[in-house]
């Protein structure tokens, strides 16, 4: 299992490498930073001079790939892609191109509120969806099951703006439950994050719900169902020891993968019901066309998969006694 | 269902089970099509009652049907009634059935590889059978799992507990299985084709156990299986399903002396065997088109070489021609009609020596395949699926390549063809041409000398191309003829095959198992090969289809002077169909020689060891010890003799070094280092054959 | 001419259009041909949702095409009425061109209000200017230019909302359609050749297929759009990218699987080169997988461009969709009184195109695939 994972660890490093280097290409070759420079200033009034200045305030007046003009091993490090590019392999995450602050800082006091938000979103969606398509694979067929898939195909039919709007609407505006928008750290944070929590689950249901309900089907119509069933077992005993546990070993080995991921910030919700998170961030940096903090999101986002996936690997070897103990290849 | 009182049989007293007027339906739409209609038996304590039929006869819906077990919402049971143990399930309550189940009747299946759930330790799959009928306390579940294992020969058993599946080999899987089923001492077991999966060898273990257990417990067991000879090995009693029907029963001795049913004799005289080497086998036709009888009618009838009017449109009547002995057929007496001898006896093929040419040599014909270990693994050694092969194939003959599942057969084909390439030795065709250094591109235009058909019927043939499209295949990639002349060959190998020249338009699922087999062969044929490889082509048919397809194989052969290397692990299927054969064991082959030779007088132990656990329709026992443990793993063979850790005779000499071939007879030798010449009756002396007899 | 200005122009539209319609005929004829589609189609007719369903994506497609093709016609003095000419030559001048459907649509477009109006409404509401500093902003009735003639009524520069939900559509057709001609032939190329040939082929796709996945599919067409501009063929290229992924996975185990079927094993042993039976073995057998995905793709397609456009990452302000609808909704909620026509007609046509997608691609996928039937 050992050299498994770092089979898998090995595959981390290159991946990060041309992430970086895909990234690198569309920031800087496709769009250069004179681009930048006069995006940034606005077309029109913006001299030479201001441009030269604002690259030069910001690192971008580099050579791009080969500083020919420095010495020894400044004609590598004294580039535009080992400042801006490369150091975010080793963790240097820069500054804003706009507010000139330090980026690291930012996302760390923002990470938590996104968290907030998204966390109790994930949490209650995989139980709801656990919990729905169980019972809608157990009734297979029946009513309970048809209504069940008919909502989850409305659910997924409509967009999660909808949702958004209604539910600010008709919770915050008419019924005055919850504030409309915002987030306050304490007491209050519930009332915060009801709503949000609220329509952020609702629009995810529909899909996993159905995805599951195939999962368990599947699961179900499998051999040693039938042993089981010819053993006497309890219907309940077949479900929820035999066919859970096996059903739930791709569903829960994928969640370290997922939660990692929720640190990259759900950017509707954020936006929607302004919450200092990490979506409603990288907006703010798209909005203003802030390249630096969009270039580091997309790369962190890529580190935080591939950490993910790493771990949910771990988790997979732990799960499935077919790969801890050797003998089985992955199904 | 007007006549099952009339047609059940009278139950005898103490009987566990009591099938009458069975009838189960499965919903098709809002139709409901009937799968098993009006079948009667019973089952008494201690007996094995065999159930035996083709595939889609109905036999496994029957044992859900006693089970309870049938696909909810899907099949259901429309008439007649089980009793079990004096008591009617039909009247029982589910949760009354789901007692019964696992405790008074228990079930084991085929798959052994997948009734298992893979993520439980077979400890808690045991223990939960235990506890779920309040056998005994969780405590004490533990111990008697242990019990349980060591009954069914696990060795170490406590601390097998905490395996999992898919750490067992095959047979073991099995062996859990049935401590499983017989954990609470059931009165019945269905064994659903428990061993159809299994090799021979461990097929004769599992039954071994079986039989033993059965003996200790008194235990019934409906066996259910389409193997005839294992039938007439094991059965107490027989009966015959055909298409939904059960159309004989009759203690095993009796059924096997006087087969009544058109049906039962013609499936008796188409397995192969070598005394009817040189005939061909009978066969079962497919259906009559444009006949439809009256569903309550003979289900055979529309198959039946002796079918009459009434036939088709009358129940069939009930004969007893002895006692116990029940036939359901219209024609009285039907014993007494001699079968016509479709197959009359054709010319024994010529004499096969160092005669005709040879068409193909391999030397020392080795296939391994790396195994990845990753950046940072030590390098592992690689699995040696083929080890150092010699074959010659010579023009018009059969030799037969036999062994058991992971022996590396299938890779010498594989190998031969050219759809692996070989990591070392060579392959010559006929004309003296080395195909294993050749590159893909100048192997094109020599294809087409060597061709192969494989098992699965299913995925032989693409399903998106017409039939026709297929055979087009090869004459289109080897540029032979012109558009017009390809079309005229297709129509002609669909007449070589036995279908008519529309099947040409028509898409595989329109086809049978049998037609698709055939059509498989036909597309190898389209390019003129010299050379068949036959890849377990009959392994995946009923034994009816089987009789077809040998006999249509022997037929081109004849005809066109074929070589086929037929890789099979069906011993029967080699005493009637091979000229030679060569006994293939952990990427080796340990001996090879004329059939009839080696069959009547094996040499090596492994080919004693096989011949002993295959069972034999002729009912001739014969049988050595059974072989203990399972094929070690061709990645780590063991050093010297490959065969000596499983080898009843092995010796030192065995385990440090590598036997040499050992001339026996003409054309005839064994790698073995304890192999000896016949003695003046054609007998190898040996200790094997001294304890033969045994339980 | 370069490529942009020629597929810009309306006769460089009008033949992509024409083409795309003649490869859809072109691929509904060849499968008609072949039994197992006859097979899946008869199973679908029997479909009462799936056949509603393809019913309304007709009406779709329709409006979409007719928003697809169109031409340049002689322009109009706004004050006289008579076609302009240039002052130099007398030639007739014509205007930017418009589509069919604006042609048809034509009233609906010219019968501008000055400001909201309720559907069917009489009177419309002008937002003025009251208060101290003029921050308040009150609506206060006033006579309509054309009194109940816009049926779902008119947004806050006074434009029709039928007109603009009709005119949406064609967007969100196209970001489903071309979307999927970029990802799907894309995924099915790299796929099979994945899976066929296996050895550093794979290894390359795969370990750009990994770069490419690892960044989450929001943040890369972020990235891509804050590079290149908002705007249609940007998104639909940004999607593509983000999309082809998944499902050249899907394809690449399937020809793994279907590489050691015994007739592909066969075609190999008959000399068949290599091609041949990726085109006739492999590329059918998959096809059902392809075609699958991609339906049930286009209803979550249709459904990210609203979003993406919310969040500034989409086809723009200045593009008909769905999306700016919601999005200039979206502050007239708070309006009073309520101004909700905006919002619920984007929302109804959306859920006009999606929903009957989805069923759609569930009946697909039963009909062509039963291991994955959902029964």
Same mark, same amino acid.
């Given at each position: ?52 200045? =604002? ?40 500054? $804003? ?73 008709? %919770? ?10 915002? %987030? ?103 909005? &203003? ?43 | ?53 083709? $595939? ?24 007649? &009634? ?209 006949? $439809? ?13 002796? *079918? ?188 070589? *095959? ?73 011993? #029967? ?75 009843? /005779? ?46 | ?53 393809? *019913? ?36 007739? *001048?014509?205007?930017?061109?418009? #589509? ?92 099979? /050749? ?146 909700? =026509? ?34």
């Amino acid at each position: 299992m050992l050299i498994y994972l770092l089979r898998r660890l090995a595959y981390v490093i290159p991946t990060l490498i041309g992430v970086n280097l895909l990234v690198f290409a569309l920031f800087f070759l496709v769009n250069t930073p004179d681009d930048m420079a006069r995006e940034a200033l606005g077309d029109k009034a913006s001299s030479p001079e201001q441009l030269a200045h =604002w690259k030069a305030s910001r690192g971008y007046d580099l050579p791009l790939l080969w500083n020919g003009g420095a010495a020894g091993a400044a004609k590598v490090t004294r580039t535009v892609l080992w400042t801006k590019s490369l150091s975010l392999l080793w963790g240097d995450l820069g500054r $804003s191109d706009m507010t000139r602050e330090l980026i690291g800082p930012a996302l760390r006091e923002r990470v938590v509120p996104s968290l907030c938000v998204s966390l109790p979103v994930f949490l209650a969606t995989l139980l709801l969806n656990i919990v729905l398509a169980m019972q809608s694979a157990r009734r297979r067929g029946g009513a309970f099951d048809m209504n069940v898939q008919l909502l989850c195909v409305l659910l997924m039919s409509v967009s999660s703006l909808i949702y958004i709007i209604a539910g600010q609407y008709a %919770f915050a505006k008419v019924m005055r439950l919850t504030p409309v928008s915002g %987030f306050q750290p304490g007491r209050d944070m519930a009332l915060f994050l009801a709503l949000p929590v609220v329509t952020g689950v609702v629009s995810s249901l529909g899909g996993g719900v159905r995805l599951y309900r195939t999962l368990f089907l599947e699961e179900m119509g499998r051999d040693y169902v039938r042993t089981a069933r010819a053993k006497g077992l309890s219907e309940a005993r077949i479900l929820y020891v035999h066919v859970l546990r096996n059903a739930l070993i791709p569903i829960v080995t994928n969640v370290p993968l997922q939660l990692l991921m929720l640190m990259t910030g759900n950017m509707l919700l954020e936006n929607f019901f302004s919450i200092p998170g990490l979506g409603g961030y990288t907006i703010g940096a798209l909005r &203003s066309q802030d390249f630096a903090v969009v270039r580091t999101m997309v790369f962190l986002g890529s580190v935080l998969y591939m950490l993910g996936m790493l771990l949910s690997d771990i988790c997979y070897c732990l799960a499935d006694p077919r790969v801890r103990l050797g003998g089985g290849a992955r199904p | 269902m007007s006549h099952h009182e009339s047609n059940a049989v009278a139950a005898p007293a103490g009987a566990v089970l009591e099938v009458s007027g069975l009838t189960v339906g499965f919903r098709q739409g809002s139709a409901l099509r009937t799968v098993v209609r009006d079948v009667s038996f019973s089952l008494r304590r201690g007996e094995l009652l065999a159930l035996v039929g083709e $595939s889609g006869s109905g036999k496994s819906v029957t044992a859900l049907a006693v089970m309870g077990l049938l696909p909810e919402g899907i099949a259901a049971v429309s008439g007649g &009634s089980v009793r079990f143990a004096g008591q009617d399930l039909g009247s029982l309550s589910p949760e009354e059935r789901r007692r019964l189940r696992g405790r008074r009747l228990s079930m084991i299946f085929q798959e052994p590889m997948t009734a298992l759930n893979p993520v439980m330790t077979i400890g808690q799959q045991l223990a939960e059978t235990l506890l779920a009928h309040g056998q005994c306390g969780r405590r004490e579940a533990r111990a008697r799992a242990v019990r349980l294992l060591e009954e069914v020969g696990i060795p170490a058993a406590a601390t097998r507990l905490r395996d999992y599946p898919h750490q067992l080999s095959g047979g073991q899987r099995q062996r859990v299985m049935i401590a499983m089923a017989l954990a609470c001492r059931p009165e019945l077991l269905i064994a659903d084709e428990p061993t159809t999966a299994l090799d021979v060898t461990v097929q004769a273990q599992i039954m071994e156990l079986l039989n033993r257990l059965r003996r200790q417990l008194g235990t019934a067991v409906l066996f259910i299986t389409h193997n005839l000879a294992l039938v007439r090995e094991q059965a107490d009693r027989v009966a015959v399903m055909v298409s939904g029907q059960l159309v004989e029963t009759a203690p095993a001795a009796e059924l096997f002396r006087r087969p009544c049913h058109p049906y039962t004799r013609l499936l008796l005289r188409s397995v192969p065997s070598a005394a009817g080497r040189h005939a061909a086998l009978a066969a079962i036709d497919a259906p009559r088109p444009g006949v $439809s009888p009256h569903p309550a009618a003979c289900a055979f009838a529309t198959r039946c070489p002796f *079918v009459q009017d009434t036939c088709l449109t009358e129940p069939p009547g009930d004969q007893t021609p002895a006692p116990d002995h029940h036939v359901r057929c219209r024609r009285p007496s039907m014993f007494d009609v001699a079968l016509a001898a479709d197959g009359a006896s054709e010319e024994p093929p010529p004499a096969v020596g160092d005669g005709p040419r040879a068409v193909l040599e391999a030397r020392g014909l080795q296939v391994w395949f790396p195994r990845r270990a990753g950046l940072f693994g030590r390098r592992r050694a690689p699995v040696r699926a083929v080890d150092g092969v010699d074959l010659t194939l010579r023009a018009g003959e059969t030799l037969a390549l036999v062994g058991e599942s992971g022996c590396g057969k299938t890779t010498v084909g594989k190998a031969l063809v050219r759809l692996l390439r070989p990591t070392g030795g060579s392959v010559r065709l006929g004309d003296g041409t080395e195909l294993t250094r050749l590159d893909e591109h100048a192997l094109r235009p020599l294809r087409r000398r060597i061709q192969m058909i494989f098992q699965d019927p299913f995925s032989s043939l693409d399903p998106r191309l017409m039939a026709g499209e297929s055979l087009l295949e090869g004459l289109d990639a080897q540029r032979i003829g012109t558009p017009a002349e390809r079309r005229a060959v297709v129509e002609a190998l669909l007449g070589d *095959v036995g279908l008519p020249p529309e099947a040409a338009g028509r898409y595989p699922h329109q086809f049978s198992g049998g037609q698709r087999q055939r059509l498989g062969l036909a597309r190898a044929l389209a390019v003129a090969p010299d050379i068949i490889v036959c890849d377990e082509c009959t392994s995946a048919l009923d034994v009816s289809v089987q009789a077809q397809m040998l006999n249509l194989l022997r037929r081109l052969q004849r005809r066109l002077g074929l070589a086929y290397l037929f890789i099979t692990h069906d011993l #029967s299927v080699v005493s009637y169909f091979a000229d030679r054969v060569a006994v293939m064991y952990l990427g080796r082959i340990v001996e090879e020689g004329p059939a009839a030779e080696v069959l009547a007088h094996p040499a090596h132990p492994y080919t004693r060891a096989l011949l002993a656990a295959a069972p034999r329709l002729d009912g001739e026992s014969r049988r050595g010890p059974v072989l203990q443990g399972d094929l070690p793993s061709p990645g780590c063979p063991p050093d010297g003799c490959r065969f000596h850790p499983r080898c009843p /005779l092995a010796a030192d000499e065995c385990r440090l070094r590598e036997p040499p071939r050992r001339p026996l007879a003409p054309a005839h030798w064994a790698a073995c280092h304890r192999a000896t010449s016949p003695d003046a009756e054609g007998n190898f002396p040996s200790r094997l054959d001294n304890r033969a007899t045994r339980d | 001419m370069t490529l942009a200005e020629a597929l810009g122009s309306w006769t460089g539209q009008n033949l992509l259009t024409l083409a795309l319609a003649a490869l859809a005929v072109w691929g509904g004829w060849r499968c008609s041909r072949r039994e197992h589609w006859r097979l899946a189609w008869r199973q679908l007719r029997r479909r009462r949702a799936a056949m509603a369903s393809l *019913v309304i994506l007709s009406g779709y497609l329709l409006v979409a095409l007719l928003d697809s093709v169109g031409w340049r016609s002689p322009a109009v003095s706004p004050d006289t009425g008579e076609p302009l000419r240039r002052p130099d030559t007398g030639e007739v *001048v014509l205007d930017g061109g418009r #589509s069919a459907l604006d042609h048809l649509l034509s009233g609906l477009r010219r019968r501008r209000e000055r400001s909201y109006s309720a559907p069917l409404a009489d009177t419309g509401l002008a937002m003025t200017r009251m208060g101290e500093g003029g921050r308040g902003r009150v609506a206060v009735p006033e006579p309509l230019r054309f009194p109940g003639a816009h049926p779902l009524g008119t947004d806050r520069v006074g434009e029709d909302v039928l007109y603009q939900a009709l005119k949406s559509i064609r967007t969100g057709m196209v970001i489903g359609v071309l979307t999927t001609l970029l990802a799907v032939p894309l995924a099915l190329l790299l796929g099979i /050749l994945s899976g066929y040939f296996g050895g550093w082929v794979d290894d390359l796709l795969q370990y750009v297929c990994i770069v490419l996945s690892s960044i989450p599919t929001i943040l890369f067409i972020a990235a891509f759009m804050l590079v290149f501009g908002q705007g249609l063929p940007q998104l639909c290229l940004a999607m593509g990218i983000a999309s082809w992924t998944g499902l050249y996975r899907l394809l690449r185990g399937e020809t793994l699987r279907l590489r050691e079927a015994d007739y592909i094993q066969a075609a190999i042993g008959l000399g068949v080169p290599h091609w041949r039976i990726l085109l006739r073995h492999i590329v059918p057998n998959v096809m059902h997988l392809v075609l699958i995905t991609a339906i049930l793709r286009f209803s979550s397609e249709v459904l990210a461009e609203a979003a993406l456009t919310y969040l500034g990452i989409g086809v723009g302000a200045d593009t008909y969709s769905w999306g700016s609808m919601i999005n200039d909704a979206r502050t007239e909620l708070t309006r009073e009184p309520l101004v909700w =026509w905006k919002l619920t007609a984007a929302f109804a046509f959306m859920l006009g195109l999606v929903l009957p997608a989805n069923l759609l691609g569930d009946a697909v996928r039963d009909a062509l695939d039963p291991r994955l039937r959902t029964e």
